[in-house]
C-alpha cells in the first residue's frame, strides 16, 4: 500500500479481502491471496511511478506482473506472505467496469491446455524489467484496433488476448462486472492492526450486492465466476 500512495495511486479493499475483514474482523481462512481495487487511469498516468516504487520496496522480495486488468504482486517467500491482486477498473458510462477470468474449475479441458501453456511462455514476458512497457504497448494495441480493417482487427485481438494478464485471460472465458462507480470514489478509512485502508464507504451495501443479502453467513464455497452479483455478462 505504501508504494501505491508514493506513486499517488488510491487503492481500496476488494472481493475476499474486504469481506472477510468487514464481516470477521480478519482475512477468510480459505482465501490465498489479497485483494484490492483501483482505478485503471491512475495506473496509466502513474505507472512508471508505481514501478519504481514496487522495485525500491520489493526488489529480491516479490515479483510483479502487469496485466490489463490486473497487477500481481508475488512474494519469493509464499509461506510468509501473501500474493497481492490488484483489479482493475475502467470507467463506462458511470459504471466502475472490471473483467476477470475463470478458474482451472471453471474450463473445459483445452482451455486448461491453453493456459499451461501461456502462463509457460507469456508469463515470463510480463515479469521482466521492461513489464511496464509491455502493458502499455498492450493497452496502445487496444486503442488502436477498433480503426483497422476486420481481418487485421481479428488478428490484433487475438495477439492482444495472448499478452493480457500474463496469458490468463486468452482461455479463461473473460467475465464482466459492473457496479455503480461512486461506490469507489467515495471510500472510508478501515483501520487493520496498524495499517490505515481504504474500503467502499457504503461497504454493507456493496458486499449486500456482489454477496448477496446474507454476505455476513460464512460461505466456503462459493463460485465466484458465477455467483458475484455484479456480473453482467459471461
Same mark, same amino acid.
Given at each position: 500500500?505504501?508504494?501505491?500512495?508514493?506513486?499517488?495511486?488510491?487503492?481500496?479493499?476488494?472481493?475476499?479481502?474486504?469481506?472477510?475483514?468487514?464481516?470477521?474482523?480478519?482475512?477468510?481462512?480459505?482465501?490465498?491471496?489479497?485483494?484490492?481495487?483501483?482505478?485503471?487511469?491512475?495506473?496509466?498516468?502513474?505507472?512508471?511511478?508505481?514501478?519504481?516504487?514496487?522495485?525500491?520496496? =520489493?526488489?529480491?522480495?516479490?515479483?510483479?506482473?502487469?496485466?490489463?486488468?490486473?497487477?500481481?504482486?508475488?512474494?519469493?517467500?509464499?509461506?510468509?506472505?501473501?500474493?497481492?491482486?490488484?483489479?482493475?477498473?475502467?470507467?463506462?458510462?458511470?459504471?466502475?467496469?472490471?473483467?476477470?477470468?475463470?478458474?482451472?474449475?471453471?474450463?473445459?479441458?483445452?482451455?486448461?491446455?491453453?493456459?499451461?501453456?501461456?502462463?509457460?511462455?507469456?508469463?515470463? =514476458?510480463?515479469?521482466?524489467?521492461?513489464?511496464?512497457?509491455?502493458?502499455?504497448?498492450?493497452?496502445?494495441?487496444?486503442?488502436?484496433?477498433?480503426?483497422?480493417?476486420?481481418?487485421?482487427?481479428?488478428?490484433?485481438?487475438?495477439?492482444?488476448?495472448? =499478452?493480457?494478464?500474463?496469458?490468463?485471460?486468452?482461455?479463461?472465458?473473460?467475465?464482466?462486472?459492473?457496479?455503480?462507480?461512486?461506490?469507489?470514489?467515495?471510500?472510508?478509512?478501515?483501520?487493520?492492526?496498524? =495499517?490505515?485502508?481504504?474500503?467502499?464507504?457504503?461497504?454493507?451495501?456493496?458486499?449486500?450486492?456482489?454477496?448477496?443479502?446474507?454476505?455476513?453467513?460464512?460461505?466456503?464455497?462459493?463460485?465466484?465466476?458465477?455467483?458475484?452479483?455484479?456480473?453482467?455478462?459471461?
Amino acid at each position: 500500500m505504501m508504494a501505491l500512495e508514493e506513486a499517488g495511486i488510491t487503492a481500496w479493499l476488494d472481493q475476499g479481502t474486504l469481506l472477510g475483514l468487514i464481516r470477521e474482523g480478519r482475512l477468510l481462512p480459505w482465501d490465498h491471496d489479497v485483494d484490492l481495487g483501483a482505478w485503471d487511469e491512475t495506473i496509466t498516468e502513474n505507472g512508471p511511478q508505481l514501478a519504481a516504487a514496487l522495485e525500491r520496496r =520489493l526488489s529480491g522480495k516479490a515479483k510483479v506482473a502487469w496485466g490489463l486488468r490486473t497487477i500481481g504482486i508475488n512474494p519469493m517467500d509464499e509461506e510468509a506472505y501473501l500474493p497481492v491482486n490488484i483489479g482493475l477498473y475502467s470507467r463506462e458510462a458511470g459504471q466502475a467496469v472490471k473483467w476477470f477470468g475463470r478458474p482451472p474449475e471453471g474450463m473445459t479441458v483445452s482451455r486448461r491446455i491453453m493456459k499451461d501453456l501461456a502462463a509457460k511462455f507469456i508469463k515470463p =514476458l510480463f515479469t521482466a524489467p521492461t513489464n511496464w512497457l509491455l502493458h502499455l504497448a498492450a493497452k496502445e494495441l487496444a486503442r488502436e484496433k477498433a480503426r483497422l480493417p476486420p481481418l487485421l482487427a481479428k488478428t490484433m485481438t487475438n495477439l492482444l488476448l495472448d =499478452l493480457k494478464d500474463r496469458g490468463r485471460d486468452t482461455v479463461a472465458a473473460p467475465i464482466k462486472t459492473s457496479v455503480d462507480a461512486d461506490y469507489f470514489d467515495r471510500l472510508r478509512p478501515v483501520q487493520v492492526a496498524d =495499517l490505515r485502508l481504504a474500503a467502499p464507504a457504503d461497504t454493507e451495501q456493496y458486499l449486500a450486492l456482489k454477496y448477496g443479502p446474507s454476505w455476513r453467513t460464512p460461505k466456503k464455497e462459493w463460485r465466484y465466476w458465477e455467483q458475484d452479483g455484479a456480473i453482467v455478462s459471461k
